[in-house]
């Protein structure tokens, strides 16, 4: 069952500016992660977080997690024109499958 | 290079016409998948393999069939395919047998299905 859902579905900022996503999930889970794909390209991962962290920092990247709100959110700072793309989250509530969000399509303007 | 590899990358086809997608990974991956993407819809999985001979139903399966006779291949195959089956598919493959660690995907196969 598709359980992401991601806020907003669209962003659109200035350079330099930073840009949040946000996530909820609908059941417990092992982990989630973030995952970036450029326009009709192959996904990549960008980060992982697990069931038992609260935040985690990669780069230019802040992700938390509340589980308690069964949510995640994705910090980019310092936004770059290369960081327009699509992210989405990805949670795992087991071994078995990794349940994809519907994403936000963020484009940094130059 | 460690990759996954998908063929065709696009491909248009009538309704009806048996086809496969084939699935290419070389770093020994215990674990593969197949997600279609459809605007708005995000990625859903069709199957999942844990291991070589090991398959199973994602969300949504219907139309689709795969094998994993070899643990660096994961085919995809749409027995009759159906113009709702055009989207855009995604094969990715994890280290571990677990799909909650981190996935590696292919380039896309881009169906047309007329």
């Known amino acids: 069952s598709q359980q992401g859902e991601e806020d907003p579905q669209a962003l659109s900022i200035q350079e330099g500016e930073n840009a949040t996503m946000n996530c909820s999930y609908k059941t417990s889970i092992n982990n989630l992660q973030w995952y970036r794909q450029n326009s009709g390209r192959g996904l990549v991962h960008l980060i992982l977080i697990r069931s038992n962290e609260r935040e985690k920092h990669s780069g230019r990247l802040r992700v938390t997690l509340d589980t308690s709100k069964k949510s995640s959110s994705l910090l980019i700072t310092a936004s770059r024109a290369a960081d327009t793309a699509s992210y989405f989250c990805?949670?795992?509530?087991?071994?078995?499958?990794?349940?994809f969000g519907s994403g936000t399509q963020l484009t940094v303007l130059p | 290079e460690a990759q996954v590899t998908q063929n065709p990358r696009y491909l248009i086809t009538v309704t009806g016409k048996k086809l496969t997608v084939t699935c290419s990974q070389n770093?020994?991956?215990?674990?593969m998948s197949w997600y279609r993407q459809d605007p708005g819809l995000g990625l859903r999985q069709i199957y999942y393999?844990?291991?070589?001979?090991?398959?199973d139903k994602g969300d949504v399966p219907e139309g689709y069939k795969v094998s994993r006779k070899e643990k660096r291949n994961f085919p995809l195959i749409l027995e009759s395919p159906s113009p709702n089956q055009t989207s855009l598919y995604f094969c990715?493959?994890?280290?571990?047998?677990?799909?909650?660690?981190?996935?590696?995907f292919g380039p896309g196969t881009r169906l047309t299905v007329t």
């Open positions: 990715a493959s994890s280290f571990l047998a677990d799909a909650s660690y981190e996935q590696y």
């Open positions: 990805a949670s795992s509530g087991s071994a078995r499958q990794l349940t």
């Open positions: 393999s844990m291991n070589v001979e090991v398959t």
């Open positions: 770093m020994n991956h215990e674990y």
